[in-house]
């Protein structure tokens, strides 16, 4: 989705509550979880104009299904967005350290994925901005959970609060988003650390 925002405030009216429909267990999840996956196959080749028909037969469900469950082209976005938000929930292990570490290695193969590359693409071109707005109304629970993360770290006495969350979030996932985009590469496990290393420098009590 390219540099994400994590100042950004949470949405008063988050149009993914009242559109997404929550089911769990058994056959609905795992066809949540197919369509999904199947326009989310789409986006990552680029392609946000897709027919009902073709997300049916990428899924192997049945067009009857998708009208049901997901009748406009929105719903089926917002199926696939939710779905790729949540692969990069932060950690909560108790530990400030490894909670930044472990969410930095995460972030760096999620910036990296094909899916997300070709979103911040299709973002930066800005000619849909309708289909930018539903990726930042996606994000925007998983950016507070990135800097309620932080918050903990305060909280604990782990980290500072000199900078606000949201600054330190962004002083570590911005160059892990620009480096596939920039470099055309995931950055090195090496780097990531080293980055780390100034994050925790930077939020030392």
Do not use: C
């Amino acid at each position: 989705m390219g540099t994400p925002r994590p100042e950004d405030p949470p949405s008063p009216d988050d149009r993914s509550a009242a559109r997404v429909r929550t089911r769990s267990g058994g056959r609905s999840e795992r066809v949540r979880r197919a369509v999904g996956e199947a326009v989310l196959a789409f986006l990552a080749e680029g392609k946000i104009t897709f027919t009902t028909v073709e997300v049916a037969e990428r899924a192997g469900v049945s067009r009857r299904t998708i009208y049901r469950w997901w009748p406009t082209h929105d719903d089926l976005l917002i199926e696939a967005l939710s779905l790729h938000v949540r692969r990069v929930e932060p950690p909560d292990t108790g530990s400030w350290e490894s909670d930044v570490r472990a969410f930095a290695h995460l972030v760096a193969s999620f910036a990296a994925d094909p899916v997300d590359l070709a979103m911040s693409g299709i973002m930066a071109g800005r000619r849909h901005p309708d289909f930018n707005a539903l990726v930042v109304d996606q994000y925007r629970p998983v950016l507070g959970a990135w800097r309620q993360m932080v918050a903990r770290a305060v909280a604990r006495g782990e980290a500072n609060d000199t900078h606000a969350p949201g600054t330190v979030v962004t002083m570590l996932v911005s160059p892990l988003f620009l480096g596939p985009l920039m470099l055309g590469r995931r950055p090195s496990d090496t780097e990531i650390d080293r980055m780390v290393d100034l994050v925790l420098a930077a939020t030392r009590p």
